[in-house]
């Protein structure tokens, strides 16, 4: 059993979209960035990005989150991303019905809880929406 990324190839990618699924393995942080990189370097050939720094918010935006589904929820979680009008539309969808909650920052503790205010920070809009059987968290960026 094969146990890297399976990517969602047909009608939607030629739209813009991409869908990439992973089995939640550490190794699958480094998969879902690169996965995105590869996302925004096919996009950026249609439609550059309007500054450089967009390309760069959206890594660390897909790392973050994949690196929580990781970290915080057990099983595969599916990276996908689309183009809007005026951005990109990431959603990463896991197998926890928990949502995630802001942590106080605390570095000399061992770090952690800048997560989350991350994300808030970096992107136009996030939402969380808890299904059946996990969870999508989306974020909107500028592109």
């Known amino acids: 059993m094969a146990t890297g990324p399976r990517r969602d190839s047909g009608a939607r990618e030629k739209t813009g979209e991409r869908t990439v699924c992973f ?16 996302y925004l370097a096919d ?3 249609t439609s550059p990005p309007a500054a450089p720094e967009c390309w760069d918010d959206i890594l660390l935006v897909v790392t973050e989150l994949a690196a929580n589904v990781v970290q915080y929820a ?24 928990v949502r995630p909650e802001p942590r106080p920052f605390r570095p000399p503790r061992g ?28 974020a ?3 592109w």
């Open 111 to 138: 770090g952690g809880g800048i997560g989350w205010h991350l994300l808030q920070t970096l992107c136009d809009q996030v939402s969380v929406v808890v299904t059946e059987d996990g969870k999508d968290i989306h």
């Open 74 to 97: 057990p099983g595969p979680f599916e990276l996908r991303m689309r183009r809007t009008y005026d951005g990109v539309h990431i959603t990463v969808h896991d197998t926890s019905r």
């Open 23 to 38: 089995p939640g393995e550490l190794r699958n942080v480094t998969g879902a960035r690169l996965a995105a990189d590869g």
């Open 140 to 142: 909107f960026l500028p």
């Open 43 to 45: 996009l950026a050939r």
